[in-house]
């Protein structure tokens, strides 16, 4: 189930994630990463107490310490303010507008997999980019998401055990163990 | 409680006069609009565990502020372009106790005795209110000592053929250079040019109770998860030890209260989004160079200079691309290199200055780095079939190299900040509107540089450089944006000792306000190539010494 969207908007997002980052000889894509499930929780970052929105420290337990990112921090009221308008919009509120109504993320993201088809899930792949390619801002929108699902850490709901991270061979948090001075200096 | 002064904002500027103040037994409120991620809730002599190695929280979601949805800024090149062009970030620094001090990599270098005499050594520039400041490094000298043991900066003495004279060693000696820094290091020195180890304000070894940095690699941009980054945590700490420091985090300080020359306290907007007024004998605003002229301005203070001159650092980034090498830039600091030959004029740099029709030209601090962090690489690499084997291969991260001079900008008057006509932070209030364009010094100097540095990666071993720049220039066309991506800002409130051309005097003090003592960069004259934090920290010490008659030490 997941935790904003309707199953088939899931569906449909599921599938265009797969189109920009697909599984590739070997490659974990979107899907083996679970980056739908990070855009997901994101835009639905309200429905966890404390919101989903910056996990803890100060480690994560994955190099050593206790597993601090788990715990994700509380918000301030004009925190919650923030992310409130930036991921449901402003909603007319005036403590939302004083400088304008502001689009949210939530309907964002509802427009633009609509615009994609009901159909998306099921369109064979040259067919999925065209219809990708044919809203930029939305395409530039859901790239960077992608981008922190399969590279962000894992707390948040994508790059599954770090999947994003070994492929690149790229280490993720490394707090408390760090780097020795031997691996900074020498090749 | 009626404290000895009230401080605005907790920034290094803030937390050093805060510190300097205590310890001679001043007691002090410091309102800092930010939330506080630095110091322990249940005890603030100790620092938090709020910070982690996590891109997530700290690049895309503004963990340390300012979100840019409520507390927006207002750009513009130039007032012929309208009221604004962008609104947004611009030059944001972290808005949350500790200021910029908890995201900065710290690199400190004090300025040179140059630095303070520009227009005595080199001349007027046209167009440019190049000018000496009131007081010369000799002064700055001893404060520049006592804030170097008190954030704990590691270097090496002599490392800097060019540095000014010093009193003494560093309290450290340096920590691990980076590896691809030893190469371009090299590769500098062979084209006859002078790296050294940056004097950097994080812990090579264990130092005032805080642990020596382990080379985590999460530095600019993020806060320190072990606290090894001094600057301002020591401070901050120690002045709360005292007992005579309170700490007002989410606190925003909406105006000073003056009558005729005094002001009598301030006016602030609490967490709970009521306004108070608070009495206060004495008002120091560190809030940094673009938030301190905006504090000053809704103060109804007036003067033809307060908001002018604000100077950024125009950066020229040249980047190579070394397809037979991983540089592993995720290890270690950000930046354990820098050099400061562009600062140096020879016969070449004044040959080339009078060729591009200017008088001299002067670069500025050269940093050599790379970026190391995922999301960002993958976002600047294509999406679709191809997309991982491109982050496997790593083109722009484990093979790229790059150099960024952090050019002295001049100061013009035209560059400025002011109050948004139309813009409103979520508390109502009117947001800093900046005005800024390189002049003609900035590109000339940028230009002449950046192909020194071009053939510094190529003799490093580059298949191929890049050179583009901060804001983006048409004679660059990449990334051409017009917001300078500079975290430096300086100039706004500068000093001097004639209270026509100058807002504050030598000590920071307004000169239309008795009891006001600004303590941060807007009061610096000139902006030098070198970050602005170690000298503002040094001046803020002088400033709280000064109101406290206390000695450096
Ligand atoms: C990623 C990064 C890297 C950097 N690297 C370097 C470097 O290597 N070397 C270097 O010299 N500099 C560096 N800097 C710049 C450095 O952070 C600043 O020079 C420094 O923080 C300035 O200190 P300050 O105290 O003057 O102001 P700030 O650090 O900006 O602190 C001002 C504080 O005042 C608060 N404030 C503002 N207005 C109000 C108000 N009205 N009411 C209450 N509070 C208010 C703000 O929230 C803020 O916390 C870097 C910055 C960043 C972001
Ligand atoms: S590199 Fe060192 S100083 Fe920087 S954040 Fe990591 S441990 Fe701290």
Known sequence: MPVWLSEQEYATLRAACAQMMPSDQGAPGAEEAGVAEYIDIFLGAFTFDPPRIWAGGPTSGRKGGAAGFATFHRLTALDELAWRTRLEGSQGLPEREFNGPVVGLQQRYRDGLAALGADFAGVDGSEQRRRLRADEAFLDLLWEHCCEGMYGPPEYGGNRDGIGWSYIGYEGDVQPRGYSDAEVSQP | ?553
């Open chain 2, 1 to 553: 409680m009626s404290a000895d002064a009230v401080i605005i904002g907790s920034g290094p500027g803030g937390a050093t006069a805060a510190e300097v103040l205590t310890r001679a037994g001043w007691s002090v409120v410091i309102m800092e609009k930010g939330r506080n991620h630095l110091l322990d809730p249940d005890d603030l002599t100790k620092p938090s565990a709020d910070y982690s190695n996590d891109e997530i929280k700290f690049i895309s979601r503004y963990f340390l502020g300012p979100d840019p949805l409520i507390e927006p800024r207002a750009f513009r090149r130039n007032a012929a372009e309208g009221e604004h062009t962008h609104v947004g970030e611009v030059n944001s620094i972290p808005t949350t106790v500790g200021g910029g001090g908890t995201h900065a990599d710290g690199k400190v270098p004090r300025f040179r005795e140059e630095d303070f005499r520009l227009f005595s050594t080199h001349g007027p520039q046209e167009d440019a209110a190049v000018d000496d400041w009131p007081i010369d490094y000799d002064e700055l000298e001893p404060y520049y000592a006592e804030v170097e043991r008190a954030i704990g900066v590691a270097g090496r003495a002599g490392a800097n053929p060019f540095a000014a004279w010093r009193s003494g060693p560093y309290p450290m000696p340096p920590g691990a250079p980076m590896f691809g820094a030893v190469l371009s290091a090299a590769a500098a020195e062979k084209l006859g040019l002078h790296p050294y180890e940056a004097p950097t304000a994080a812990n090579s070894i264990a130092y005032d109770g805080r642990p020596a940095c382990n080379n985590c690699g999460f530095c600019a941009f993020f806060g320190c998860p072990i606290h090894a980054k001094g600057d301002p945590v020591a401070l901050l700490t120690r002045a709360m030890a005292t007992g005579r420091a309170e700490l007002m985090a989410e606190t925003y300080v909406s105006r000073i209260v003056t009558e005729g020359r005094r002001a009598t306290g301030v006016e602030f907007i609490g967490p709970d989004g009521i306004t108070r007024t608070m009495d206060a004998k004495l008002v120091i605003v560190a809030g940094g160079a673009i938030e301190t002229p905006r504090i000053l301005l809704l103060s109804g203070v007036e003067h033809p200079a307060l908001g002018r001159h604000l100077m950024c650092h125009f950066q020229t980034i040249v980047v190579g691309h070394f397809p037979d090498v991983r540089l592993h830039p995720e290890k270690g600091r950000a930046v354990t290199h820098v050099h400061d030959d562009a600062m140096v004029q020879d016969e070449r740099s004044r040959e080339a200055a009078l060729g591009a029709g200017l008088p001299w030209f002067r670069g500025g601090l050269v940093e050599h780095s790379g970026g190391g962090l995922p999301i960002m690489e993958a976002r600047h690499s294509p999406w679709g079939r191809g997309h991982a084997q491109v982050m496997r291969d790593s083109n722009l991260r484990e093979h790229m190299w790059a150099f960024i001079m952090q050019g002295e900008d001049l100061p013009y008057a035209t560059n400025t900040v002011d109050l948004s006509p139309s813009i409103r932070d979520v508390r109502g209030v009117p947001v800093a509107r900046v005005t800024y364009e390189p002049g003609r010094h900035e590109l000339a100097a940028s230009k002449y540089h950046g192909k020194i540095l071009q053939s510094v990666l190529e003799e490093m071993g580059a298949e191929w450089v890049l050179h583009t720049s901060s804001p983006g220039v048409s004679y660059h066309g990449i990334g051409a944006t017009p917001v300078p991506e500079s975290r430096h800002v300086i100039g706004t409130a500068r000093m001097g000792d004639n209270p026509d051309t100058s807002v504050v005097d030598k000590w920071g003090r307004v000169h239309s306000l008795d009891n006001v003592v600004v303590a941060d960069s807007s009061v610096f004259v000139t902006s030098s190539g070198y970050g602005p934090t170690l000298t503002l920290v040094a001046l803020a010490a002088r400033a709280a010494h000064h109101l406290a008659g206390t000695k450096p030490g």
